[in-house]
Each structure stands twice: as C-alpha cells, then as structure tokens.
C-alpha cells in the first residue's frame, strides 16, 4: 500500500477548459484518469491531499462515512483569497454535516421530495414554462435566456414548493440573482443572502402561526427550531434556483451547438427522460466535491491518512470511459445510468427529482415553442462562469425567426 503515486508528484487542480469546448472539464483530468483514479494533489494552502477521477473511485469514496462532508475539516482546492480556511456549515446547510445531524434533516426532508410527489408538480411545472415562454415570446425577437427563461422556472417552483408568498417572490428572485450573478461586489451578495435569509425566517413565523399547503408549513409540525427552518428554507431556495438554472442555460447552449441533438429532443416526446440525465452527465454542472478523511482509509491500493482532503472530479468521473462509451460525445439515446451529476450516498441531491421534472418540461418546451432558437452572439462571446462552483453560463443571448 503506497501513500504516494510512483508515476508523478502531486498535481495541482486543473481548472482550464479546452478553447472551444465549454461543455468538455479540462483535458488534464483524462490524463490524470487514465493514470490512476486516484492522484496526489496539492493544495493551494499547501496541503497535500488527493484527487479522485475515476468514475469507481469517486462512486467507492462518496459512498464511505469514514470520508467527512464537514466543510471545516476540508482543505478548499481552488485558489481565491480567504479560503484557505473553510467556515463550518451554516445552519441548514445539508452538504456540510456528517450524521447524526445530517440524518435528522435528512429524514425529515426525504418524503417530502418523492418521486411521485415530484411528479405531480409536473403540470405546475408545465403551467410556469408556457408563461415563461410567452413572455419571452412578447419580449423577443431577442432576449438573454438566463435572465428571461433559466433562472424564473426553477425560482418559481422552489417558490411554490415551499410556500413563498406571490408578494414576497419579486423580492426572492432579485436577492436570488444577486447572489448568483457575475456583477455583484462580495458585499452586494453577503447583504442578499441576510436580507434572503430575514426573508426566509418571517416566512417560517408566518407559517407557524398559520400553516398552508407547503413544504415549510409541514416542517413546522417538526421538531425543528424557527433557526433551522430558517437555514434549511435558504438553503433548499439556493440549491433548487442555482444548479437547476445553470443546467437549463448550459444545457440549451449545448443542444443549439449540437443540432441534431436539439432535432431529436424536438422530434421525439418520449426521449425527455433520457436526454435530460445525458446532459446532467455531460455537463456536470457541480463539477468538484472534496471529502476528509476521518480515519486512515485504504482506497485503490493508496492510503489516505486521516485529516487529508481528497478532491472530487464529478466531471471526471462522469467522463470516465471505462464506465461511458465514448463519454466525450452528447448523445441524447444515451443510457446515462450510472452518472454522478447528483452526487451519490447519503450526501445524493435531495432535490433531484425536482430538478428532473423541470428540466423534463423546460428543455423540450423551448426546443417545440421556438424551433429556429439559435445563439445571437458567437459561441465564444457567451460569457461562461469558470470561475464558480457550478459551471454554467451567466448569459445566453438567444434569437428566433427568419
């Protein structure tokens, strides 16, 4: 058992993607993946952990409680001022807290977002893109699509899943873009995410005291505290707008650069299901996780020490060929099984089938509603967001017509 890779020393992060391919990880990581699945790496405070690249590596360490999701006991792997030490979990925060805490949120949580209660938000779903679509359609020939089409449909929907008043919605939706978008000063979205996070706790009271058809209302039978309420609202309201809204806008930049897979989804209703876990592998929009070790643990013949980091390529492993038949292709026939985009353990999105449903409806409803939607700008003037957690675009400028 080695602690130390015989082929090189530890690598650095790569985070460059190829020019003139936003939607392939940076080709390093194939190296690194062919190489073995597991390569030292160091850290940009100097730590020396690891990186995971295959697809049976990542799945095997995601897997295992001896790895922690604790935000505090992990070494950040991008560099950028004021991360070299990582702050615990805010309260609420489910993707930073080990069990028994993770547990209880998460069994609280986990029937409220079913399967069958998902799809039955279908029709809801259905209601929000044909009016999203006919105000694009009012507002065009030309709109950006993040901001007329991506962003309001999953910010609705978290809207309504969990009870935001029709008033209070405007309000959600601009603290929301602040926080997500690329103009927006450390300090702008520090005062949106309190102002969100005052928003989202007059919301628990208001539901204590009269209690609707949501899902904030039905917590509050809970034994949750109006503070965790409150921190689990803000964080389902950020995590089911951001990854969903990226997914949408990345996911139309990548079929109007492959027409004829744009053609098929347009052309044939039952391939929605498939085409949609294709794109969550080919995009892998939440790219990187990073786990620490809570105990020595041997993984693919290396031993991890405990307290090191070890970096997660959920693109690697999702471009992984020893699981993917020629994984660098989008192919909407694909059967994607398998894919990592949603993370996988006890950690595995909890709003996944949310996220499904809406990209069920939204993808195929813009291809059907506008079927000569093509890109108002070069591919290489769509302003990509490399320099974020989730990949995505910040801007689509779209157009239609003759």
């Known amino acids: 058992m080695e602690n130390q890779p015989s082929s090189h020393g530890p690598v650095q992060l790569p985070t460059t993607r190829p020019t003139g391919c936003p939607f392939d990880p ?6 690194l993946r062919e190489q073995e699945g597991l390569s030292r790496m160091r850290y940009p405070d100097g ?3 690891w990186l995971a690249t295959s697809h049976a590596t990542v799945r095997s360490l995601t ?6 999701s604790r935000y505090e006991l992990m070494h950040y792997p991008f560099p950028g001022p004021g991360m070299t030490e990582m702050p615990p979990a805010p309260v609420g925060d489910l993707t930073g807290i080990d069990q028994p805490e993770h547990t209880r949120y998460r069994r609280l949580l986990a029937g409220k977002f079913t399967v069958r209660r998902m799809r039955q938000l279908t ?3 259905e209601e929000i893109t044909a009016e999203r679509l006919d105000a694009m359609e009012r507002q065009g020939p030309s709109v950006d699509l993040v901001e007329a089409y991506a962003h309001p449909v999953p910010a609705l929907m978290i809207c309504e899943l969990l009870g935001v008043p029709h008033g209070d919605r405007e309000v959600f939706q601009r603290h929301a873009a602040t926080l997500s978008g690329l103009d927006a000063t450390r300090e702008e979205q520090f005062a949106a995410y309190t102002a969100l996070q005052e928003v989202v706790h007059g919301l628990v009271l208001a539901k204590r005291a009269r209690p609707t058809d949501d899902l904030l209302s039905d917590l509050t039978a809970s034994d949750l505290t109006d503070t965790e309420l409150a921190g689990i609202g803000s964080f389902l309201l950020a995590a089911g707008l951001d990854t969903t809204a990226n997914m949408i806008g990345l996911g139309t930049f990548a079929l109007l650069s492959h ?3 744009a053609a098929a989804l347009r052309g044939e209703p039952d391939l929605a299901d498939q085409a949609v876990e294709e794109l969550l592998r080919y995009l892998s929009i939440a790219h990187t996780g990073v786990r620490a070790a809570l105990e020595d643990v041997e993984l693919d013949g290396r031993l991890i020490k405990a307290g090191e980091s070890v970096t997660i390529s959920v693109a690697a492993a999702n471009r992984d060929p020893a699981k993917f038949a ?6 909407l026939r694909r059967k994607a099984t398998g ?3 949603f993370g996988h353990g006890v950690h595995q999105c909890l709003g996944q089938q949310l996220a499904r449903v809406e990209l069920r409806v939204a993808l195929p409803a813009l291809f059907t509603r506008f079927p000569e939607l093509r890109l108002a700008v ?3 003037e769509v302003p990509l967001r490399v320099d974020m957690d989730v990949y995505g675009v910040h801007r689509l400028p779209v157009t239609w017509g003759k």
């Open 63 to 68: 897997a295992d409680p001896r790895f922690s």
């Open 26 to 31: 940076p080709s390093e990581l194939a190296g």
């Open 47 to 49: 730590h020396i952990g």
């Open 378 to 380: 070069p591919p290489e």
């Open 339 to 341: 894919h990592l985009a």
């Open 326 to 331: 020629d994984p660098d292709t989008l192919d």
């Open 259 to 261: 027409p004829e897979q």
């Open 123 to 125: 029709t809801r779903v």
